[in-house]
């Protein structure tokens, strides 16, 4: 199983032609973490920062995190009936609405490699909308990683970029993407942001190297070198080849950094925020954090 995976890795190197050499961790070496990404519904960060709204918000004013919270058993503890709900998702919820991705990291003096493995359900769609033109994209898988000076990035994840006045959230402007507020890419207030994409029947399939700031930016990043994604009888294992330096709205990264994150996945070809999201986890690069990168 291993044995196959490097071989196919190494086609892909070979076939790519790529002059930046890598050498891909032994995954089966490397420490596995669960985390569960969820359908979040219409709780953007106004909401979650609302006290009338979120019980969880005197909290977050002390300096509790999402996941303090939130994790608990290995799982979330969420009340998923609720979210599903019309109040929170009026669009329609998918029937999975939570699931696991195991999480794997590893780094060594030029790159950070992530891998995300997870069984994508097929029924996430509900009246969600759809890609429908391009490449029809079964699965999008996104990591985010958030600037040192992005206010409570370690408490909130993701959920800085997210807001109210958003594309598909209820009653937004169709055309406004994800923004950070008071963003400022030289100053460290911004998402640095990769995604896989699947492509139509693996075809088209294609990688994203881009950052959420004033907005969403789906180009312009230079560090990441290769996003793969495998599909075996529906579990997917997606695997980021990152350089540790980079480029406009890439993060410079290095040993002893301890680095909030967030997963999105979209499956069943959908788009904006329909999506399933992870809370807010910290990456280690030799460092204490969620997930500890091994170093090669
Ligand atoms: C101090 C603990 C605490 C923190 C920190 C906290 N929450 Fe909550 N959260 C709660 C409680 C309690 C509820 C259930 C009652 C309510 O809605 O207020 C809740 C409800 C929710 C719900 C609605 C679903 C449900 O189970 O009722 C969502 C979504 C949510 N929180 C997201 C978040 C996110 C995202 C963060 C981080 C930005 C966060 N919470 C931080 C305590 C917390």
Same mark, same amino acid.
Request: charged content about 25%; some cysteine.
């Given at each position: 199983?291993?044995?196959?995976?490097?071989?196919?890795?190494?086609?892909?190197?070979?076939?790519?032609?790529?002059?930046?050499?890598?050498?891909?961790?032994?995954?089966?070496?490397?420490?596995?973490?669960?985390?569960?990404?969820?359908?979040?519904?219409?709780?953007?960060?106004?909401?979650?920062?609302?006290?009338?709204?979120?019980?969880?918000?005197?909290? &977050?004013?002390?300096?509790?995190?999402?996941?303090?919270? $939130?994790?608990?058993?290995?799982?979330?503890?969420?009340?998923?009936?609720? &979210?599903?709900?019309?109040?929170?998702?009026?669009?329609?919820?998918?029937?999975?609405?939570?699931?696991?991705?195991?999480?794997?990291?590893?780094?060594?003096?030029?790159?950070?490699?992530?891998?995300?493995?997870?069984?994508?359900?097929?029924?996430?769609?509900?009246?969600?909308?759809?890609?429908?033109?391009?490449?029809?994209?079964?699965?999008?898988?996104?990591?985010?990683?958030?600037?040192?000076?992005?206010?409570?990035?370690?408490? &909130?994840?993701?959920?800085?970029?997210?807001?109210?006045?958003?594309?598909?959230?209820?009653?937004?402007?169709?055309?406004?993407?994800?923004?950070?507020?008071?963003?400022?890419?030289?100053?460290?207030?911004?998402?640095?942001?990769?995604?896989?994409?699947?492509?139509?029947?693996?075809?088209?399939?294609?990688?994203?190297?881009?950052?959420?700031?004033?907005?969403?930016?789906?180009?312009?990043?230079?560090?990441?070198?290769?996003?793969?994604?495998?599909?075996?009888?529906?579990?997917?294992?997606?695997?980021?080849?990152?350089?540790?330096?980079?480029?406009?709205?890439?993060?410079?990264?290095?040993?002893?950094?301890?680095?909030? !994150?967030?997963?999105?996945? $979209?499956?069943?070809?959908?788009?904006?925020? !329909?999506? $399933?999201?992870?809370?807010?986890?910290?990456?280690?690069?030799?460092?204490?954090?969620?997930?500890?990168?091994?170093?090669?």
């Amino acid at each position: 199983m291993h044995n196959k995976f490097s071989l196919v890795l190494l086609g892909s190197l070979l076939a790519t032609g790529s002059p930046l050499a890598f050498a891909a961790p032994d995954w089966a070496k490397v420490s596995k973490r669960d985390i569960h990404v969820f359908h979040a519904g219409a709780t953007p960060i106004e909401w979650v920062t609302k006290k009338s709204d979120h019980s969880g918000t005197a909290g &977050l004013k002390k300096g509790e995190s999402c996941v303090g919270c $939130h994790e608990e058993k290995g799982g979330l503890n969420f009340d998923f009936k609720r &979210l599903a709900d019309k109040t929170f998702e009026p669009v329609g919820a998918p029937k999975t609405m939570s699931f696991p991705v195991t999480v794997q990291a590893a780094y060594d003096k030029e790159n950070l490699y992530m891998r995300l493995t997870f069984k994508a359900p097929a029924d996430a769609a509900a009246n969600a909308p759809r890609e429908d033109a391009g490449p029809k994209h079964e699965i999008k898988a996104a990591i985010m990683l958030a600037g040192n000076k992005t206010p409570q990035a370690a408490q &909130l994840g993701c959920w800085a970029a997210c807001h109210a006045d958003v594309r598909s959230m209820p009653g937004a402007d169709a055309k406004k993407k994800k923004y950070v507020s008071n963003a400022n890419v030289a100053g460290g207030v911004f998402y640095d942001y990769i995604q896989w994409k699947s492509g139509e029947g693996g075809k088209g399939a294609t990688q994203i190297d881009g950052h959420v700031a004033a907005e969403r930016v789906n180009k312009g990043g230079t560090a990441l070198i290769k996003a793969d994604g495998e599909n075996k009888g529906g579990v997917y294992t997606v695997t980021f080849t990152r350089k540790l330096s980079g480029g406009e709205g890439d993060l410079a990264l290095a040993e002893g950094q301890v680095i909030p !994150f967030g997963v999105a996945i $979209h499956t069943d070809k959908t788009i904006y925020r !329909f999506h $399933h999201v992870s809370l807010g986890y910290t990456l280690g690069l030799g460092a204490d954090g969620d997930i500890k990168a091994s170093k090669q």
